[in-house]
């Protein structure tokens, strides 16, 4: 048997594919372990966490042990932007939507409906970071405030339970960063497809935030091999000195969506127990227990979430909102369970349903809106 | 293989009670018409099933197709199909609707039914949750051998009427009564022609860009190699969806969104295929080698080179080829020799 490596530039692991010359999938992996296999000549496919695929061949030959780099293409590349030359509209248009555009992993994810940013007067900033604070008596904003100046990553250390981003132009959105948990998130800001800036938090450990956009792309056997990294243990992430609450609450979403409840034994428990502070690992729990059929369990939990906070990660989110919308339906009687469900679903509906992070448009941390329009079918 | 495949499929497009409609207007129409796409779309969708039904890995056992149905109507048909979905749990139910739609969350949408709007009161009482439907089909005591391989294509818009007052709080009407799921082991996942809050665009008089990427996804797009030829299999599904719909005619902006649960998706395979896939190619020369004149020397391995155009008009070119192995290189060779590559659906982009 011949062994299979790979080298990668990407700061996290990378699912690999390997196809014998007949086109099959022999293999699946992650770029830090390798692959056993018959002399004979492969293909190998590489996902990286920004969505682009990275090919190369390889001819092995028996007993030998070679190793593939999956790199991203080169700037030289790339198509160049804008216009197409000789193409129509329609070319460009395309050109603009699709995810083609070569990106490199390493380099802040593009929003797929980034636009020229808006003429306005030099010096003057695009929008104003503020931070919120949440007590007996609701929520006050402090006086950390940082000007945005620019799209990117912003160096964030607010002292806070929430962020907003009010823009110059366009409406506030918020995020709710539970304070203990402040550095295990990554403020960016990105322009939506009208120009306005929009926050667009992300988490601090790669690869959490990795899994979780392989699973939004619908990379279902990417997202699979990835949740099998080593860096999305539950040793790693749970019970390290260094442990990542909130991407231990990412893992644990995805091992949830993807059916992988084998793997989670008591990760779920243990996030909720060990990390209280988290709404996420409540609503894990939560959702674990009505996965298996423990429903009364499952809605006990729930009932907290209202005073415990609103899940910080989207899939929490969607989780606690539906299971609530399930167990209003079965318990119409219920009050706690309408009044859990009244609380939560104007958020769900207000949130940025491309966001990893909980995100929404609203006047203030507990006061979400819903930008109303109807349109086409 | 036992189990056999139950489809449930809805075009509404007959509104009487909406704009243009036969009927006497409802309260409030809240922007929308009568659609031209929705039955169409419906239609299209069935009729694949009917005429693969031999590439189908589950027996056709049942397609029940409803073209702009009451909310009764729908119930009915619903209750129906949801007994045979629970004769066997390794059924296949397959649920598609294309109508109107509302959304009140990230994964919620509301499904309005042809008798929307014909009473005065609760603008939702001729509607229907998905996920009223959703958990309906899950597996309970009571239904134990419920299809635990489900898939939910929700065609409709999504959008958030601004003459709603507290639209979140309204209730759709039941079509399934809701009781404690049991172990929900399902592979259900839920593909949404559009993300919350945007539209979902119809091709009037013959299908929807969604119907259309779903058909697209089915023959071949979101199909991958087996060991059997090719198949389409659940996992593959969303993306596919995504690439056909964003290069579909009537698109311009619309998003594909999924939800809900995908245990053992790599493994549950819908559809076989036949022959080769084609693949949706982007193919493009980069300044530099614009600029000293090259051209792409690209061939199936083993076998006769492809033509391009020279100049390449226009870069990117959009082409499809069959799946499968290519070399890829240029003329006059650089230096550099060809490498071979894996083209596989539903899309692939080189640059020269």
């Known amino acids: ?377 | 293989m036992s189990g056999g495949l139950h489809a449930l499929i809805v075009g509404v497009g007959d509104y009487p009670h909406l704009e243009g409609g036969s009927g006497e207007p409802a309260a409030g129409s809240y922007g929308m018409a009568q659609l031209t796409s929705a039955v169409p779309a419906a239609s299209s969708v069935g009729q694949w099933l009917h005429a693969n039904r031999s590439k189908l890995v589950k027996d056709l056992a049942s397609c029940r197709m409803l073209s702009s149905p009451t909310l009764d109507d729908f119930r009915r048909a619903a209750l129906e199909w949801r007994d045979d979905c629970a004769t066997d749990p390794d059924n296949t139910a397959l649920f598609y609707f294309s109508g109107h739609g509302l959304e009140r969350s990230r994964s919620d949408a509301v499904l309005l039914m042809s008798d929307f709007g014909d009473m005065p009161g609760n603008p939702l009482v001729k509607a229907t949750d998905v996920n009223n439907l959703f958990y309906g089909m899950a597996p309970t005591a009571q239904r134990p051998r419920m299809a635990r391989t489900q898939l939910w294509f929700v065609d409709a818009c999504r959008g958030f009427p601004k003459e709603f007052e507290d639209f979140e709080t309204l209730s759709a009407s039941d079509v399934f009564d809701i009781v404690r799921p049991d172990v929900d082991d399902r592979c259900a996942p839920t593909y949404f022609s559009a993300i919350p809050g945007t539209a979902a665009y119809g091709i009037p008089h013959a299908g929807t860009a969604f119907s259309a990427a779903l058909l697209a996804s089915l023959d071949g797009a979101a199909a991958r190699s087996t060991a059997d030829g090719w198949a389409v299999a659940v996992d593959g599904l969303f993306r596919a969806l995504e690439v056909e719909v964003a290069a579909g005619p009537v698109a311009d902006g619309q998003q594909v969104w999924m939800s809900g649960q995908l245990r053992d998706a790599v493994a549950r395979t819908i559809a076989r295929v036949d022959g080769v896939p084609r693949v949706r190619v982007k193919l493009g020369l980069s300044r530099a080698s614009e600029d000293a004149g090259l051209r792409p020397a690209i061939a199936p391995l083993g076998g006769q080179p492809l033509s391009f155009p020279h100049p390449l008009r226009p870069n990117p070119h959009l082409c499809s080829w069959p799946a499968g192995a290519y070399e890829f290189g240029l003329s006059p060779s650089n230096g550099v020799a060809p490498t071979p590559e894996l083209v596989q659906p539903p899309e692939f982009e080189r640059v020269l």
């Open chain 1, 1 to 377: 048997m011949a062994r299979l490596e790979f080298r990668t530039s990407s700061r996290v692991d990378v699912p690999v594919e390997v196809y014998d010359r007949s086109l099959e999938l022999v293999g699946r992996t992650l770029s830090s372990r390798s692959l056993s296999l018959d002399a004979g000549f492969y293909f190998v496919v590489g996902r990286l966490p920004g969505g682009e695929r990275v090919r190369a061949s390889v001819d092995l030959e028996a007993d030998a042990v070679e190793s593939v780099e999956l790199a991203a293409p080169s700037p030289s590349r790339r198509l160049p932007e804008g216009r197409a030359r000789g193409a129509g509209k329609r070319a460009v248009s395309e050109s603009r939507r699709s995810s083609w555009l070569g990106r490199d992993d390493a380099a802040p994810p593009l929003d797929a409906r980034m636009t020229e940013s808006p003429q306005r007067p030099r010096g003057v900033p695009m929008a104003e970071l503020r931070a919120y604070r949440r007590s007996a008596d609701g929520w006050s904003q402090t006086d950390d405030r940082r000007a945005v100046r620019r799209s990117g990553a912003i160096a964030w250390h607010g002292d806070g339970d929430a962020v907003g981003l009010w823009p110059r132009d366009g409406a506030p959105t918020f995020a709710l960063l539970p304070r203990k948990g402040v550095r295990f998130y990554a403020i960016e800001v990105r322009r939506g497809s009208d120009g306005a800036p929009r926050l667009k938090p992300k988490l601090t450990n790669a690869s959490a935030d990795a899994l979780l956009d392989y699973l939004m792309r619908g990379e279902i056997g990417e997202a699979l091999v990835m949740s099998t990294s080593t860096a999305l243990s539950a040793e790693r992430l749970l019970y390290d000195k260094a442990s990542d609450p909130v991407a231990a609450a990412a893992g644990a979403f995805a091992l949830l969506q993807l059916g992988e409840l084998e793997r989670l034994h008591d990760w779920t428990d243990n996030l909720r127990r060990l990390f209280g502070w988290l709404p996420d690992g409540l609503v894990a729990r939560a959702e674990h227990l009505a996965q298996v059929g423990e429903h009364d369990q499952a809605l006990s939990l729930l009932l907290e979430l209202p005073a415990r906070g609103l899940p910080s990660l989207g899939a929490g989110l969607a989780y606690a909102t539906e299971r609530l919308r399930l167990y209003a339906a079965i318990h119409p009687s219920k009050r706690p369970v309408r009044r859990a469900l009244d609380w939560i679903v104007p958020y769900s509906a207000a949130v940025d349903v491309q966001a990893k992070v909980t995100t929404f448009t609203g006047d203030a941390p507990d006061t979400p809106t819903v930008t109303p329009r109807y349109s086409g079918q």
